[in-house]
């Protein structure tokens, strides 16, 4: 079955860069969606097809995916950005997976 | 706007079944084309994982490694869709979402874009 690697934490200052990675074998070849997670509220899609922003989803939030790593980077982190985030990708043998989730803590 | 809310009992005993229902507001769960309808849970202090996937028509997609406890159903005329997962543990005890998947298989986005909040559910005597 297909796996995918994720930090459990990142922790950044307000107003910094915040990288989150998504380790999987040659995940490159593969589509990788981010999911923000906050307690009691319903997941969020924030970057799908590696790079692209739903609607509503601010600027700041960028995808890349090469190799065996895709990332997902947040610019100038504020306070609200202080969630769960998780990657997703579609394997032909293991149909959808998730990675275990970083939990990103704005310091 | 889309709107997915999950529904069930909270609290399932060992051995029994957990059933919960999705129920989809603001558009029809029978709008065809590329959308599918999921279930993905997540344990306490683990992952997301996810459980299966019903069409409109009632094809399921189910994970490998639950597929023997699932059951997917969906009903068109109420706008909703059901999960039962039989002979539970405690390591089913869980956080259940239910979301609308965006196409199934290669050369299709698989992703997830609407969520239901989600609902714990707790497998305990």
């Known amino acids: 079955s297909y796996v995918l690697t994720q930090p459990p934490s990142v922790s950044v200052a307000p107003g910094a860069t915040a990288t989150i990675s998504c380790e999987g074998n040659n995940i490159g070849s593969k589509s990788v969606h981010w999911y923000q997670r906050k307690p009691g509220q319903a997941p969020v899609l924030v970057i799908f097809y590696d790079t692209d922003r739903p609607s509503g989803i601010p600027e700041r939030f960028s995808g890349s995916n090469s190799g065996n790593t895709a990332t997902l980077t947040i610019s100038r982190v504020e306070a609200g950005d202080e969630a769960d985030y998780s990657c997703q990708v579609w394997d032909s043998s293991s149909d959808v997976v998730f990675g275990g989730g970083t939990k990103l803590t704005v310091l | 706007q889309l709107q997915l809310q999950e529904s069930g009992p909270g609290l399932v005993k060992p051995s029994e079944t957990l059933s919960l229902t999705c129920t989809v507001s603001?558009?029809?769960?029978?709008?065809?084309?590329?959308?599918?309808w999921g279930w993905i849970r997540q344990p306490p202090g683990k992952g997301l994982e996810w459980i299966g996937t019903?069409?409109?028509?009632?094809?399921?997609y189910y994970n490998p490694s639950l597929k023997n406890r699932i059951t997917m159903s969906v009903d068109t005329s109420k706008n909703d869709f059901s999960l039962k997962l039989t002979s539970v543990t405690a390591a089913d005890t869980a956080v259940y979402y239910c979301?609308?998947?965006?196409?199934?298989?290669?050369?299709?986005?698989?992703?997830?874009?609407?969520w239901g909040q989600g609902t714990l559910v707790t497998v305990s005597s």
């Open positions: 979301a609308r998947r965006e196409g199934v298989g290669y050369g299709s986005g698989n992703l997830f874009d609407y």
């Open positions: 019903i069409y409109f028509s009632g094809s399921t």
């Open positions: 603001g558009g029809s769960i029978n709008s065809g084309s590329s959308y599918y």
